[in-house]
């Protein structure tokens, strides 16, 4: 098989291409399918797990300024000072195997849910239907679609049968397109190829036969991708870069100054450029990228343990945003095992050769599969033997019913079902309850109140109407003269629970508010069941006549939208997003528009393919319950990140600006690069666990938002504040104490490592520290953290690194400095948040 793309292929007709190939209508076999995928000019081998983890660690040392510390280190060695080589090494060895092991496993999440979403296609291989990854698709494949798929491929159609494709993904055209088989001029603009079928469209409705012909980024999408590859990202991920640039400018420009002012002070240029190598490393926020992965991934393995499948990390974010929570009452408000209450003539008696209809008609719909359908295959009381099928017109969005034509060995007969308001105008007659045939028009308005009393009662209402035929053969136009036979009245009850869910969305500041295509009757029965007082409802038609200003106030008013279109649900959405953080949830193709306008999209596991593909999240199981914790691991996640910006902009960076300023005015340096670097080692640890720490109550009960200006000014007040008590550390060893040069630099490692120890427990939480409960890995490699760093000047290993022991009256004045700044930083704390929270 030909590697290259198969330009201007749907000039040829079918016979051609199965011939090009190698393929026939019953598709390809196994072993032909994989000799093509692994002959394929995309196909990439997948890494084992160690490539992959050989590339990471590698990748832990890549950043320019650990390429330029180590760059120091082998040039310092070079020169013949070695000692301090293998120990700053051995310190930043460690701290790539700590950053390693962590984003590993953040990895393997991470793989774990892209292979649980991963969307499969039915393609025939040695005959048989198959359901096969889409990425393993391949020329000469047969493939099936319906309703709801994604095209995998560039494809010719085979056979179809009322085939209308989505192709706004390239055409920018969001209405339906027609397609059959035939052969199309090599002229042909894009949305006139009516015989073709292209990658990341999606089928709307009908049903179809195509054969694969190109793949990957041979295919008309493969190459826009390859072209334009830049991905949307999401506030949070835009704030992280940008304070990541700040702080690294910051840093930089902070590095050079000193290293400068050491050489012009004529201090060693190896030692100089060491010191300022390490200080960036110290300051950098290198450990940004890292933990925002290890968080998110975390709460993704949390998610997924609620049944919450996160299919971009970054989304997460975001969920702990949303304020607003946009749904369809099935599934969702109600328990979507949708039951047959009763099936009536135009009279309201029940009727067994409506109950036939609906049944026939359900039986043989071969679209996307939907509960009203098999609650109907489950019906009893059939009287006549199932029929022979025919034909089929498929179900869409524009005409709202679903027709199916039938040979019962006496007659032909066309059956239709689908919503009233577009089974009435294709009715001229009506099968009256002694089986009689009358003009539609005397009974019209009788039909009309029984499905608005139905609606009131709560129960939803399909109609079913038919007409004898003689002809083979049948299109839309087909569906007009049909008799009305009745209605179907299904019952679909309100969940277990669902008003405490309710309570705890209120609780998390999520409000409600229900969107669905179903009658304004049982809409606002459901929305009173479920305790909306005096619930305001609009229509889709009604909407038609707002205009978008006056849309903008009066959605945010609205409790409910009834019997609206599939393009009012993004008109809805994109009113609400101007008042709130919106999520949107829905499984069908009718919910793609507003899935992918919505801040957050939401949809289920058994969601056709276009629905789940456009979602951020996927729910294994369709209950608001399961979406209320993933709300609640969405605000964690963004709680726990925030928590590390917050200690990297505070006590280190205002512990390193000190340091600093301090090699500005001493004769020796305050720090030597490798007690800097094991300072950064040390805290490294517990920073490390900040993604499974513990999260307030308080903290969970409000979305949260990524604000810029807020860190700032906490950086600016807490590295201040840090910077104080480390000018007093300074005076205290240089001018009170008159310590010597080991002695003042061990006495400022151990002053710095503990105070970057404690901010954390007291930044991690708005309350006082002591108030509330740090995650107990958290706990414990702190206290590691400081066990180490008090016992490290009394060890063999103090002399490596140049801690010397100190007097017990410096050690006392050490700790008199740390418990001050820790009641001044608690104390700053709680009055930071109350002031800049509130403003």
Same mark, same amino acid.
């Given at each position: 098989m030909q590697p290259t793309p198969h330009n201007s292929f749907w000039q040829y007709d079918i016979e051609y291409w199965f011939k090009q190939l190698q393929s026939a209508a019953n598709g390809l076999s196994h072993a032909d399918a994989l000799a093509n995928l692994q002959s394929s000019s995309h196909y990439r081998k997948e890494r084992t797990h160690?490539?992959?983890?050989? $590339?990471?660690?590698?990748?832990?040392?890549?950043?320019?300024?650990? $390429?330029?510390?180590?760059?120091?280190?082998?040039?310092?060695?070079?020169?013949?000072?070695?000692?301090?080589?293998?120990?700053?090494?051995?310190?930043?060895?460690?701290?790539?195997?700590?950053?390693?092991? =962590?984003?590993?496993?953040?990895?393997?999440?991470?793989?774990? /849910?892209?292979?649980?979403?991963?969307?499969?296609?039915?393609?025939?291989?040695?005959?048989?239907?198959?359901?096969?990854?889409?990425?393993?698709?391949?020329? #000469?494949?047969?493939?099936?679609?319906?309703? !709801?798929?994604?095209?995998?491929?560039?494809?010719?159609?085979?056979?179809?049968?009322?085939?209308?494709?989505?192709?706004?993904?390239?055409? *920018?055209?969001?209405?339906?397109?027609?397609?059959?088989?035939?052969?199309?001029?090599?002229?042909?603009?894009?949305?006139?190829?009516?015989?073709?079928?292209?990658? !990341?469209?999606?089928?709307?409705?009908?049903?179809?036969?195509?054969?694969?012909?190109?793949?990957?980024?041979?295919?008309?999408? *493969? &190459?826009?991708?390859?072209?334009?590859?830049?991905?949307?990202?999401?506030?949070?991920?835009?704030?992280?870069?940008?304070? !990541?640039?700040?702080?690294?400018?910051?840093?930089?420009? $902070?590095?050079?100054? @000193?290293?400068?002012?050491?050489?012009?002070?004529?201090?060693?240029?190896?030692?100089?450029? /060491?010191?300022?190598?390490?200080?960036?490393? +110290?300051?950098?926020?290198?450990?940004?990228?890292?933990?925002?992965?290890?968080?998110?991934?975390?709460?993704?393995?949390?998610?997924?343990?609620?049944?919450?499948?996160?299919?971009?990390?970054?989304?997460?974010?975001?969920? +702990?945003?949303?304020?607003?929570?946009?749904?369809?009452?099935?599934?969702?408000?109600?328990?979507?095992?949708?039951?047959?209450?009763?099936?009536?003539?135009?009279?309201?008696?029940?009727?067994?050769?409506?109950?036939?209809?609906? %049944?026939?008609? &359900?039986?043989?719909?071969?679209? %996307?599969?939907?509960?009203?359908?098999?609650?109907?295959?489950?019906?009893? +009381?059939?009287?006549?033997?199932?029929?022979?099928?025919? #034909?089929?017109?498929? %179900?869409?969005?524009?005409?709202?019913?679903?027709? @199916?034509?039938?040979?019962?060995?006496?007659?032909?007969?066309?059956?239709?079902?689908?919503?009233?308001? =577009?089974?009435?105008?294709?009715?001229?007659?009506?099968?009256?309850?002694?089986?009689?045939?009358?003009?539609?028009?005397?009974?019209?308005?009788?039909? !009309?109140? =029984?499905?608005?009393?139905? +609606?009131?009662?709560?129960?939803?209402?399909?109609?079913?109407?038919?007409?004898?035929?003689?002809?083979?053969?049948?299109?839309?136009?087909?569906?007009?003269?049909?008799?009305?036979?009745?209605?179907?009245? /299904?019952?679909?009850p309100v969940k277990a629970g669902i008003a405490e869910t309710l309570t705890e969305l209120k609780k998390l500041k999520v409000h409600l508010k229900i969107i669905t295509g179903d009658n304004q009757n049982v809409a606002l029965s459901i929305g009173r069941r479920i305790g909306i007082n005096n619930p305001v409802v609009i229509t889709g038609k009604e909407l038609f006549n707002v205009s978008t200003e006056a849309l903008k106030h009066r959605v945010k008013a609205t409790h409910i939208f009834a019997e609206v279109e599939p393009q009012q649900k993004e008109r809805i959405i994109q009113a609400l997003r101007k008042s709130y953080t919106v999520a949107y949830m829905g499984d069908g193709i009718n919910d793609v528009s507003a899935i992918n306008v919505a801040d957050v999209g939401i949809s289920v596991n058994n969601a056709v393919d276009v629905a789940r593909e456009a979602a951020d999240f996927v729910l294994m199981e369709k209950d608001l319950s399961v979406l209320v914790d993933g709300i609640r691991e969405g605000r964690k996640t963004f709680a726990n990140t925030l928590k590390y910006i917050f200690i990297n902009t505070g006590s280190t960076f205002g512990n390193m600006f000190s340091v600093a300023a301090a090699s500005l005015l001493l004769p020796f340096l305050p720090m030597l690069p490798k007690q800097i670097l094991l300072t950064n080692f040390i805290t490294d640890f517990p920073y490390l666990s900040i993604a499974s720490d513990n999260v307030d109550k308080e903290q969970i009960q409000k979305p949260g938002k990524w604000n810029l200006k807020f860190i700032r000014n906490y950086m600016v007040i807490f590295g201040i504040h840090s910077s104080v008590f480390d000018i007093i550390t300074f005076l205290t060893l240089f001018y009170g104490l008159r310590v010597k040069e080991a002695v003042f630099q061990t006495g400022w490692f151990i002053e710095s490592i503990l105070t970057e120890l404690f901010i954390l427990f007291i930044i991690r939480t708005p309350k006082n520290f002591f108030r509330s409960k740090p995650g107990k890995y958290l706990l414990m490699l702190s206290v590691l953290g400081l066990l180490i760093t008090t016992a490290l000047p009394y060890t063999p290993l103090a002399a490596e690194v140049g801690l010397v022991p100190l007097p017990l009256m410096n050690i006392g004045a050490m700790f008199l400095i740390v418990l001050c700044y820790i009641l001044t930083a608690d104390l700053l704390k709680v009055w930071f948040f109350k002031r800049y929270r509130a403003s």
């Open positions: 160690i490539q992959k983890d050989l $590339l990471l660690f590698i990748s832990q040392f890549k950043s320019p300024l650990m $390429l330029l510390l180590l760059g120091a280190v082998f040039l310092s060695a070079f020169l013949g000072d070695t000692s301090d080589v293998f120990i700053i090494l051995f310190i930043v060895i460690s701290t790539g195997i700590l950053s390693f092991l =962590q984003e590993r496993n953040a990895g393997r999440v991470v793989e774990k /849910l892209q292979s649980m979403i991963a969307i499969k296609n039915i393609v025939l291989r040695d005959g048989k239907p198959t359901a096969v990854i889409a990425t393993f698709i391949v020329p #000469g494949d047969v493939l099936l679609c319906k309703a !709801g798929d994604m095209i995998p491929a560039d494809c010719l159609i085979i056979e179809s049968n009322e085939l209308h494709v989505n192709e706004a993904s390239l055409t *920018g055209e969001s209405y339906p397109v027609r397609k059959e088989a035939g052969v199309v001029d090599v002229q042909a603009e894009l949305v006139k190829r009516s015989n073709s079928l292209w990658e !990341g469209t999606s089928v709307v409705s009908g049903t179809a036969k195509a054969l694969v012909i190109n793949t990957g980024i041979n295919t008309l999408f *493969g &190459a826009i991708v390859q072209t334009a590859s830049a991905t949307v990202e999401t506030s949070f991920e835009k704030g992280i870069k940008e304070f !990541g640039y700040f702080l690294m400018k910051v840093t930089l420009v $902070l590095s050079l100054f @000193i290293l400068i002012v050491n050489l012009l002070n004529h201090k060693s240029v190896v030692e100089s450029a /060491l010191f300022a190598l390490a200080l960036a490393v +110290g300051m950098a926020p290198e450990l940004l990228p890292a933990i925002t992965t290890i968080a998110m991934s975390a709460g993704a393995q949390r998610l997924l343990n609620k049944k919450v499948i996160v299919k971009k990390l970054a989304s997460i974010q975001n969920l +702990g945003e949303i304020n607003l929570l946009c749904t369809d009452k099935t599934g969702t408000i109600t328990e979507g095992a949708i039951s047959i209450e009763q099936v009536v003539d135009i009279s309201g008696n029940e009727n067994n050769f409506v109950r036939t209809l609906a %049944y026939w008609n &359900a039986l043989f719909e071969t679209g %996307y599969e939907n509960p009203i359908d098999e609650a109907l295959k489950n019906s009893t +009381g059939i009287i006549e033997a199932v029929p022979k099928k025919i #034909g089929e017109i498929p %179900y869409d969005f524009i005409r709202k019913r679903l027709s @199916i034509a039938v040979d019962t060995g006496k007659e032909r007969m066309l059956i239709s079902k689908g919503a009233y308001s =577009q089974i009435i105008p294709v009715c001229t007659q009506v099968r009256l309850a002694d089986g009689t045939i009358g003009s539609l028009e005397p009974y019209q308005a009788t039909a !009309g109140k =029984q499905f608005e009393a139905f +609606g009131i009662n709560g129960l939803r209402c399909i109609a079913v109407c038919y007409k004898v035929i003689q002809r083979d053969g049948f299109t839309k136009e087909d569906e007009a003269d049909m008799i009305f036979a009745g209605f179907v009245l /299904l019952h679909d």
